[in-house]
DNA sequence: CAGTAACCGAGACGGTACGTCGAGTCTTACA
DNA sequence: TGTAAGACTCGACGTACCGTCTCGGTTACTG
């Protein structure tokens, strides 16, 4: 009768040095800074392995290529920063003030520049798209829903409105803006939440 | 390539040669179609100049460099398609299928690589940004926003509706689909109309 | 694109810039000097680069390899000096101070390490062994049987002599004491040529 | 001798496991294949240690660097075969028999690459040099002169003949022939050692 | 006969250099 | 004199090795 054998050595005890974590986080950080000073294209691993003080080879051993490594440093919050929605009780209000947050964290030319290049290698490559919306659009979507939904049942909000459509215009807005690197003042911002939460359409009367 | 007509008048005119036209457009011609095979920061301006049969330095005598380039391009309507929004008389429907077509087109590899190459381009580079948002955005927004206008004096929008807000929303939660690759169905584009001219916020009984 | 030029312009007149003389010297300089410093497989063609001023993309241009870069370098003569055989009427005497020129040459850590990181190319790959004979050796070879034969002609050599095997064995012994780095003392040279002129046999009384 | 304790140890037993001969004889063999196979400056110690089954650092263990492996490895006998000098009673043709079987033996692509990659690791590094020169050359050259010694004394070789000089020659000239990849003919090795006992000199009648 | 110290295969590490490719500039021959 | 062709410098790419440093695990001497 003897208990499990040596099954649980399958799978953490590889032979060899093991992988080192401080390198990969070290590579991370790099990459964040080179991201948010010089954008995607610009990006150069021979900088990235100089500053994280590694070796090039070490970059791909983790990463099979530039873009892997971006998409690697959004979901893992290294790159960036994740936005809560509050709770006070009016959606309305929750929703704009998300809006307000959203935009003046993006307006910095740090995390600007690394949104933009996170936009551009989305932007770029297939795969980084998927893990962008696995990992981080997903997030904010969830959030933002899970707030919706709150409003519903608080009554603020009718039963069976398009709560998904919703979530798409608000980061869709968030995302048009970013790209075009417009600023909308705060009126516009009122305005778009007076659309998505009063619409357009003519009422009888 | 193609030979100009009064080549025999060459004597009266300088030394040299005045055939300019032909080889900017044959490089905007083959800047879009390495832009929709391979992404702009893939993009090659040696083989563009191959493919154009034109020398590096003829392109850089009219784009001071790639990024301007692909902005050039994007202005001239030689990149990306442009889409009309039609005006039947139902401003619900003509927005519903204007978001249809635009998803449709941008849809396919062709016009989905370049609409995601133009927005890398736009993402990495704040003057092409500039060029994207006076060219080619502020067109559809000008559309958008003319035939919303038209729907206001018919009466089917109320009278100080937030038309801009609604605008980015378009554009933006076409935007995003774009990006993240996904693609919605055709019942998400008519719960976003709904959102859009209904809202969702519980109305008062 | 069309075919109907000149048919002159068939060999000597490439379109395009014309490749630079200038670059290639700077080239074999640099090369010439790195490879005196520190030996063949410690050559580095970044440094080479930088030391000539040249991109690496230019020393591909003209050079498939290392091998045949360093193949090159001898065959101009950037690499090794030429090395005289005098004509003073007695032939002995000539073949002896040629040795003693060839041993104090290559007894320079310059000029040694030079020709022992050409040995070491030749040694690697058989193109440039190739080249070192038909350029290099045979050069060398042809001076100092020039020079025997006209000492035969003077009767200082006897008829049907194997002045092919004297020249062998003269450039062999320097070759030998290159690689083996050893510093033949000046009565061994003289002791060489006693022996390539006198031979070792008894003689019949 | 009681108050330094571990003193005993300078016995020949250490306490830890004891090296490994077996894993010492792998990493001779495979060096000698990899030689043989891709030359010197090709070499890799990831392959040889691949191919011996045995880690890196192993090889360190026994080795310092490259060079001192191939060093090592010639000084064994692992690397190059040893050719004996017979004695038949004809020195002339003993001689002449040596000659021939160099010559068979390096004109073998096998024996031939490791000859040559051994000479551009002796051309590269004055330590191997010095091991070449002790262990390798100076065997040939004690066999060699022995030989030589013993023709002496039966009178075939005169008296005060420059002994040494002949060997430098002897092995000159085959050092010659590997490195620039030319096969002597027979007539040309019969000419050597017609040179080498006759000598060239006109005789006085 | 249990400790323990040096060994072992394996392989990741920080680096250096490779040979290729692209950007943007400059030069030559031709039209 | 403008254009194609293409060589130029510069710099990044992704790969291969170097020589070192861990890993987990294995002998074989020692206490």
Tied chains: 1, 2, 3, 4.
Excluded: C, N
Excluded at 20 to 39: F, K, N, P, Y
Excluded at 173 to 199: I, K, N, S, Y
């Amino acid at each position: 009768m003897h208990e499990d054998g040596p099954v649980t050595t399958a799978r953490t005890a590889r032979p060899g040095r093991a992988r080192s974590e401080a390198a990969r986080l070290a590579i991370l950080d790099a990459t964040r800074d080179e991201l948010a000073e010089r954008g995607y294209d610009k990006l150069s691993l021979d900088r990235i392995a100089a500053a994280a003080g590694v070796g090039k080879a070490t970059i791909y051993r983790w990463y099979p290529a530039k873009a892997a490594l971006v998409a690697e440093g959004m979901l893992t919050g290294h790159l960036l920063p994740h936005l809560e929605v509050a709770d006070t009780g009016d959606v309305r209000r929750d929703v704009l003030d998300w809006l307000r947050a959203s935009f003046s964290t993006f307006a910095s030319p740090a995390a600007g520049g690394l949104i933009r290049a996170s936009i551009a290698a989305t932007a770029e490559d297939a795969a980084v798209a998927e893990h962008y919306e696995e990992r981080v659009t997903s997030v904010t979507r969830a959030a933002l829903l899970a707030r919706l939904e709150s409003g519903r049942r608080a009554r603020q909000i009718r039963d069976g409105a398009p709560l998904e459509a919703l979530v798409e215009s608000l980061i869709g807005t968030v995302l048009l803006h970013v790209v075009t690197r417009r600023d909308p003042g705060d009126a516009a911002l009122g305005a778009t939440v007076e659309l998505l939460f009063d619409g357009v359409a003519a009422r009888p009367a």
